[in-house]
């Protein structure tokens, strides 16, 4: 998958802030990830976040 810092992506889950869009701040072993709603930053896996991966914007 062709992902790249900064990159915004459609996860399939709703953030409970209601946003299903996250951006992209840093990628590795584990991606760093910012709900594009209220800021929430988290880390998940490469494997989950390319799992849960809608679509890219």
Known sequence: ???KVGD???LKKQHPCGSYDWE???IGADFKIKCTGCG???MLPRVKVEKNIRNKN
């Open 1 to 3: 998958m062709d992902l």
């Open 24 to 26: 992209i701040i840093r």
């Open 40 to 42: 929430h930053v988290v």
């Open 8 to 10: 915004i992506v459609k």
